[in-house]
C-alpha cells in the first residue's frame, strides 16, 4: 500500500506504479466515490473501449419447468 500527502490545495498525486497498473494517462477523468472511511477511485473509461468487453457473458437463464 502507496501512501501519499495531501498538499495544501488538497491535490494528492497517484504513484506511478498504481497509474501504470490501472493504465491511467494524464487527463483521464477518474470518478470518486466515498464509502465509511474510504475513498474509492475509479478511472472513467471511453465508451469505445468499452465495446465488447462483456461478450463471453453467459446469458442464458435457468428456469423451472412450470415457468415460462
Do not use: C, H
Not at 487527463?27 to 469505445?48: A, D, H, S, V
Not at 463471453?56 to 437463464?61: A, C, I, M, N, S
Amino acid at each position: 500500500m502507496k501512501a501519499v500527502v495531501v498538499s495544501p490545495k488538497y491535490q494528492i498525486v497517484i504513484p506511478k506504479e498504481v497509474r501504470e497498473s490501472m493504465g491511467i494517462v494524464s487527463g483521464q477523468r477518474i470518478q470518486m466515490l466515498t464509502y465509511r472511511n474510504r475513498i474509492e477511485l475509479i478511472p472513467i473509461k471511453p465508451m469505445k473501449e468499452m465495446k465488447g468487453f462483456l461478450k463471453d457473458l453467459d446469458t442464458e437463464v435457468k428456469r423451472d419447468k412450470d415457468r415460462i
